[in-house]
């Protein structure tokens, strides 16, 4: 039995230092997460702008792609340029930036349950020798190993505690953005085409319509038979 417990405190100890990188590495990550937040704040300050400017007038693609974008509808904005006229394409390429977006949440989401838990793995390992230390009466390293807990369960909250809220604000921001997307898709496909390609369709359909008329019945494919 003593050997079996000796067994499974040399196991957890193994662990402390790589669970001690991981609290580092994830707050650090989380600090980066921090500031892409604040930047993604700004980006989105300036697309409320340009969303407000478009829905003055007609939301036409024309007007869409004339706009100045931010973050996830720059990236809608070069899909749409990118694949103007082919439909099945852009509704492809918009399932594809969704599937972007819910997998930075998904993150966000795994980094805010990982925090925690590691800070807890981080204050359970190291109070295993300050116990042991405690019965002995060495209170030195009783302190020493209270300090590393009690320092990676702090971390650890603070990582758990921004990422879930950067995923709950993040998660908001991305819905409003797809409604945005799938409102102007349909508003689109109601008007597929604009009016500049309809001067273009008319101008390349009449001229040699009235060219045809000008050289009269010669110009005509075919012999014209006279009326009865």
Not at 23 to 34: K, M, Q
Not at 43 to 68: H, I, K, Q, T, V
Request: charged residues 20%; hydrophobic residues 45%.
């Amino acid at each position: 039995m003593e050997q079996l417990q000796g067994l499974l405190f040399a196991i957890s100890s193994a662990f402390l230092l790589p669970v001690l990188l991981a609290v580092v590495v994830a707050f650090v990550y989380a600090t980066y997460l921090v500031g892409q937040f604040l930047s993604d704040a700004l980006d989105r300050r300036a697309n409320r702008a340009s969303l407000e400017e478009l829905y003055s007038g007609r939301p036409s693609r024309e007007r869409f792609l004339a706009l100045p974008w931010k973050a996830e509808m720059a990236r809608f904005r070069r899909i749409a340029e990118a694949h103007h006229g082919s439909e099945a394409v852009l509704d492809k390429q918009v399932v594809d930036l969704e599937n972007q977006m819910r997998r930075r949440v998904e993150r966000l989401g795994i980094l805010g349950r990982i925090g925690p838990i590691l800070g807890l793995v981080g204050t359970l390992i190291p109070l295993q020798p300050a116990l042991a230390g405690l019965a002995r009466g060495d209170m030195q390293t009783v302190g020493a190993n209270l300090l590393i807990g009690f320092t990676t369960t702090v971390i650890g909250l603070l990582v758990g505690g921004t990422c879930y809220a950067i995923s709950v604000v993040v998660r908001n921001g991305y819905q409003q953005d797809l409604t945005e997307i799938h409102f102007l898709l349909e508003q689109w496909a109601q008007t597929p085409v604009s009016e500049a390609e309809v001067v273009t369709f008319s101008h390349e359909r009449i001229q040699p319509m009235a060219a045809a008329a000008a050289q009269g019945p010669a110009g005509l494919e075919g012999p014209r038979r006279p009326l009865r």
